[in-house]
């Protein structure tokens, strides 16, 4: 018994010392110390040895087993650190090399825009409304006090599918939709896409984005209209910019004006943003028409309001110094890296 336990002392070591991967070694602690392995099967016959026998033979295995196991240890740690190294080797880095970029995800400028406007107005009270692109011509035109001879209503200004559908030429057409299914107080803002037969060029484009606003209580005066306006173009271009209403015509604001403001890149001494006047018009507004009023049955002796309407690409391009509209619509990536 003795000699087979010299034995396999003397096979296992030369079989473990020359083994060469992890998974080698773990076959050979199975079939050396494992519970079918070949020392347990000695082990077994331990039962038939003498007394005197036994703790000799119970000394000698236990020594062999120890053996082995040190022997499976130091050299699993020994595999184990070149298969570390190996990796480390493999997978050396450079960390004096330079980052690679990063691209982030940014808004397109007229987005930040909108975003802009639209906290602004909801800070002051404002709800958003919303309506259809495709629209009828009534609520486009003739609901808005639109004679039947507008030029805005011809085929080579608003693109139509039919005599009584267009694509909507401004967002005002939701003040009638807004009018029609809300009864005073109304306070909202609409903001949207627009569609005008107009060439391409650096400051049209037959498709672009506008922001209208409606207010209608009773009681509400031009006052209101200039004040709410005059907060508004403070918070977005800035607390010393000022303001000044003149005299214009809509057909469905009586009085109605346009609105223009102190240059906010010269400060109203005149440079290229503001074309050398000092000012630059950003929206069109007035009072609503009675006749607008009634005709969405609201009763134009109790209610009045306001309304106002701005072209966003056009602030957009005076707030970002964008020279061509369409530089907003041509994908072009540094439109959305740069700003
Ligand atoms: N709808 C006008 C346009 O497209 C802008 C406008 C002017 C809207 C005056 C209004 C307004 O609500 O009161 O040019």
């Known amino acids: 018994m003795k000699e087979r336990l010299l034995k396999i002392r003397e096979t296992a070591t030369e079989m473990i010392e020359s083994s060469s991967s992890l998974k080698e070694l773990e076959d050979l602690r199975i079939k050396f110390l494992g519970k079918k392995g070949e020392l347990t099967d000695i082990l077994k016959g ?30 699993k740690e020994t595999l184990e650190k070149e298969a570390l190294n190996a990796k480390l080797k493999s997978e050396v880095i450079d960390v004096t090399l330079p980052a690679s970029k990063v691209n982030v995800g940014n808004k397109h400028p007229l987005m930040k825009v909108f975003d802009e406007l639209q906290d602004i107005f909801l800070g002051m009270g404002y709800k958003i409304a919303e309506g259809p692109e495709v629209e009828t011509v009534y609520n486009a035109f003739d609901a808005l006090n639109s004679p039947d001879d507008h030029p805005s209503r011809s085929t080579s200004d608003t693109f139509y599918f039919a005599p009584d559908i267009c694509l909507r030429p401004h967002t005002s057409s939701v003040q009638i939709r807004t009018m029609q299914n809300q009864k005073p107080p109304i306070k909202v803002i609409s903001p949207g896409r627009c569609f005008r037969f107009d060439e391409l060029d650096a400051t049209h484009s037959p498709m672009f984005h506008q922001l209208e606003g409606l207010v209608v209580d009773e009681n509400v005066t031009m006052a209101d209209l200039k004040g709410a306006l005059d907060l508004f173009v403070k918070r977005f271009f800035g607390s010393n910019i000022k303001t000044k209403f003149r005299p214009h015509h809509f057909p469905f604001t009586e009085p109605s004006a346009e609105v223009d403001v102190t240059c906010f890149k010269c400060g109203g001494v005149g440079c290229k943003v503001c074309g050398g006047t000092g000012w630059i018009e950003i929206l069109g507004c007035g009072m609503v028409h009675p006749e607008v009023l009634e005709e969405c049955g609201i009763d134009s002796e109790k209610y009045s309001g306001f309304a106002f309407g701005m072209g966003v690409d056009r602030i957009t391009m005076l707030k970002y110094e964008i020279e061509d509209i369409r530089y907003l619509f041509e994908n072009d990536m540094r439109m959305i890296d740069q700003f």
Do not use: C, D, Y
Request: proline share 3%; net charge neutral; glycine share 6%.
């Open 46 to 75: 331990m039962g038939k040895l003498s007394k005197e026998e036994r703790p000799e033979m119970g000394k000698v295995s236990n020594e062999v087993r120890s053996h082995i196991e040190t022997m499976l240890s130091n050299i």
